[in-house]
C-alpha cells in the first residue's frame, strides 16, 4: 500500500515535472518568437525605414491621377497604414495557414532578413486587389476632402516615411530613435513645415512623440480631421451639395473611436460632431467616446489569436446596441485604417465597417 | 524565491517617467481591460519596483499583450500612466533580454 502511495506519489511528481518542463519550454517557445518577430521588425525599420517594408509603386498608387504637388511646405502625410492594410492582412491569411513551420523557421529568417526582404517577400502577391483599391480609396477621399476645404497641400511620394509606430509601442525604442532622427531630418531636407495626418498613429508619432524622441522637432502635426473640422467652422457651405431628402431620412451610423485619437490624442468625439455637422447621426456604442474599446490591433504582431478575439467582442458592442429589425444594417464608421482592418475581419453578419472619409464622400456628395 | 535588484527599478527609472510606485493596488484597472490579462499591473508593478528582473522575463508574454489602449487609465483613481509603464517595461525587456 504504501508503496502503492509512493510509485503513485512518485508518478504525481513526474507528471507535474513534466508538464513544468512543457510549461517552461512553451514559455521559452514564445519568448523566442516574440524576440525573433521584434528583431526582424527591428531590422526592416533600419535597413528598410519602414516596419512593414512595401514597393513605393504600393505605396504611391493611391495618389495617381489626383494631381498632388510633390513636396511643398505642407504634406499630406499618409504614414504608409492605409497602403500596408491589404499586404498585412494577406501576409497573416499566409503566416496563420504555416504558423507551425513559420515559427520553427524563425531563428532562420531573422538571420536571412538583413539581406532578403523576407516581409517583402511574404507579402508577395499576398494582398488581395478589393482590398487594395479600398484602402487606397480611403486616401483618395481624404485628398479629396482637404481640396474640397481649400486646403493646399503636397504629398512627398517615395521620400515618404513610416514614422515608426509599431517599434516604439514595442519597446524597441533604440531603433525607433535611430529612425524617428532620420525620418525628422529627411523632412527638415525637404522645407516641410506642417504634416497633415491622416489616422490616429502617424499622428500621435507626430504630435506627441517626436517632440519627446527627436531633439529639435519642430514639425506641426494637424490631423484631416481638424483640417475638416476648421473648414466647416468658417465655411459651413463645403457640403452644399447635400441632398435634402438624405437628410431627412437621418441616416445613422454607430462611431467606433480609435483608442488614440480619444485617449492618447483627446480627440474624442471629432468623428460625431463632423457627422452630425452633416446631417449623419453618430451612434455612440456601449463603450464609447472617451471610454471605447480597443480593437485589438496593437498586440496583431505578436498575438493575432487575441486581437480576433477583442475584434469580435468589440463587433458584440455594436450589436447590444442594435434595435430589432436593424439586422446589421447600421454601418460602423471608423478613422483608423488598423480598427477597420480588424472590425472587417471580426463581422460575422451584414454589418459594413466604413472608413469616415467614406462617410463623407458618399453621405454628403461632395465629388 | 524572487531575487531582488534595485538597479532594475533604477533603469526603469531613467527610461522615462515610470510611476509605478503611485499604484496603490486597488486593481480598479482591471475591470475595464480588453484583453483581461492573467496578471494584474499591480503585480507587475511591484515585481518591478521589488526589481524582480526574473519576474518581469516570466510575465513578458503579459507584458507585450498590453493594448497600451489606456481605458485602465480611465479608472486609475491615483493617475499611474499604466499604459506608459507598460512600454517601458517592454523597453527594459527589449534591451537587456533581447539585446535590441
Redesign the interface.
Given at each position: 500500500m504504501n508503496s502503492a502511495m509512493t510509485n503513485s506519489r512518485m508518478d504525481g511528481n513526474l507528471n507535474k515535472m513534466s508538464s513544468n518542463m512543457n510549461m517552461d519550454n512553451n514559455?521559452n517557445a514564445?519568448?523566442d518568437r516574440?524576440?525573433h518577430i521584434?528583431?526582424m521588425l527591428?531590422q526592416n525599420l533600419s535597413i528598410r525605414r519602414s516596419a512593414f517594408p512595401l514597393s513605393s509603386i504600393s505605396l504611391t498608387a493611391w495618389a495617381r491621377g489626383l494631381d498632388i504637388r510633390r513636396g511643398g511646405s505642407a504634406v499630406l502625410y499618409t504614414g504608409h497604414m492605409y497602403q500596408m492594410i491589404p499586404y498585412l492582412k494577406g501576409a497573416q491569411k499566409r503566416q496563420s495557414a504555416i504558423k507551425e513551420v513559420s515559427d520553427k523557421m524563425m531563428p532562420i529568417a531573422r538571420l536571412i532578413n538583413p539581406f532578403l526582404n523576407l516581409t517583402g517577400i511574404m507579402s508577395l502577391f499576398s494582398a488581395n486587389k478589393n482590398d487594395i483599391k479600398r484602402y487606397n480609396g480611403y486616401l483618395r477621399n481624404i485628398a479629396v476632402i482637404l481640396k474640397k476645404c481649400g486646403i493646399e497641400f503636397g504629398y512627398l511620394y517615395g521620400l515618404e516615411d513610416y514614422a515608426g509606430t509599431l517599434l516604439?509601442?514595442?519597446?524597441?525604442?533604440?531603433?525607433f530613435e535611430r529612425h524617428a532622427d532620420r525620418v525628422f531630418r529627411r523632412l527638415k531636407r525637404l522645407g516641410i513645415k506642417t504634416v497633415i495626418t491622416v489616422e490616429p498613429h502617424t499622428t500621435e508619432m507626430f504630435k506627441k512623440i517626436y517632440p519627446m524622441a527627436v531633439d529639435g522637432f519642430d514639425i506641426e502635426a494637424v490631423t484631416y480631421l481638424e483640417l475638416l473640422e476648421h473648414a466647416l467652422k468658417s465655411n459651413g457651405n463645403i457640403f452644399s451639395h447635400i441632398n435634402n431628402a438624405q437628410k431627412r431620412q437621418k441616416k445613422a451610423v454607430w462611431v467606433h473611436d480609435s483608442?488614440v485619437y480619444a485617449?492618447?490624442l483627446d480627440m474624442d468625439g471629432i468623428i460625431a460632431s463632423l457627422l452630425k455637422k452633416t446631417g449623419i447621426e453618430p451612434l455612440i456604442p456601449y463603450?464609447g467616446g472617451?471610454?471605447?474599446?480597443?480593437c485589438?490591433?496593437?498586440?496583431e504582431a505578436?498575438?493575432p489569436e487575441?486581437t480576433s478575439q477583442?475584434a469580435k467582442?468589440?463587433i458584440e458592442h455594436f450589436k447590444k446596441g442594435e434595435n430589432e429589425g436593424d439586422n446589421g444594417h447600421i454601418p460602423v464608421v471608423t478613422a483608423c485604417p488598423i480598427c477597420h482592418l480588424n472590425l472587417h475581419e471580426a463581422v460575422s453578419d451584414k454589418t459594413v465597417v466604413e472608413d469616415v472619409s467614406n462617410v463623407f464622400i458618399n453621405d454628403m456628395r461632395i465629388m | 524565491m524572487i531575487k531582488a535588484n534595485q538597479e532594475i527599478y533604477k533603469q526603469l527609472l531613467s527610461i522615462g517617467d515610470f510611476n509605478a510606485s503611485k499604484c496603490f493596488s486597488c486593481g480598479s484597472c482591471t475591470a475595464l481591460c480588453p484583453v483581461g490579462l492573467d496578471i494584474l499591473p499591480r503585480t507587475l508593478f511591484r515585481y518591478a519596483i521589488l526589481g524582480a528582473g526574473d519576474k518581469i522575463i516570466e510575465e513578458s508574454d503579459a507584458i507585450f499583450s498590453c493594448l497600451l489602449c489606456r481605458l485602465c487609465e480611465e479608472m486609475c483613481p491615483e493617475g499611474v500612466n499604466i499604459a506608459e509603464n507598460i512600454r517601458m517595461l517592454r523597453q527594459y525587456i527589449a534591451e537587456r533580454e533581447y539585446n535590441l
Open positions: 514559455k514564445q519568448t516574440k524576440c521584434l528583431s527591428s516604439y509601442d514595442m519597446g524597441v525604442y533604440n531603433a483608442c485617449r492618447h463603450y472617451r471610454l471605447t474599446h480597443c485589438g490591433g496593437p498586440i505578436l498575438f487575441k477583442i467582442r468589440r | -
